[in-house]
Nanobody, 126 residues
Framework: EVQLVESGGGLVQAGGSLRLSCAASGFTFYGYAIGWFRQAPGKEREGVSAITSSDGNTYYAASVKGRFTISSDNAKRTVYLQMNSLKPEDTAVYYC???????????????????WGQGTQVTVSS
């Protein structure tokens, strides 16, 4: 059974940092793209960042580039999202998602991902 479990969300003041983790099980991991997406109330789900486990290529939304860093520990089957300089507009439920790399046409578009975690809440206060 494929499982993606997010952790690390919470409440933080603007300018602060959080590190999200996505622990994967039930699939090979290598050869998969892992993406982080977020959804705020009343808004569409948007791609934040993604990484391909085979070559380590990374992708970032313009709104987070330079503030967020995605990384992967293939041995631990875990992907991290380090979020620095957080802003109130980063408040959302953050989800990780996975799919085989060859099936992902656009890394930051959620429709290409087959497996999803339950999400973790990130709240940034002003």
């Amino acid at each position: 059974e494929v499982q993606l479990v997010e952790s690390g969300g919470g409440l933080v003041q603007a300018g602060g940092s959080l590190r999200l983790s996505c622990a994967a099980s039930g699939f090979t991991f290598y050869g998969y793209a892992i993406g982080w997406f977020r959804q705020a109330p009343g808004k569409e789900r948007e791609g934040v960042s993604a990484i391909t486990s085979s070559d380590g290529n990374t992708y970032y939304a313009a709104s987070v580039k330079g503030r967020f860093t995605i990384s992967s520990d293939n041995a631990k089957r875990t992907v991290y999202l380090q979020m620095n300089s957080l802003k109130p507009e980063d408040t959302a439920v953050y989800y990780c998602a996975a799919s085989e790399e060859h099936t992902v046409v656009k890394a930051l578009t959620h429709v290409w991902y087959d497996y999803w975690g339950q999400g973790t809440q990130v709240t940034v206060s002003s």
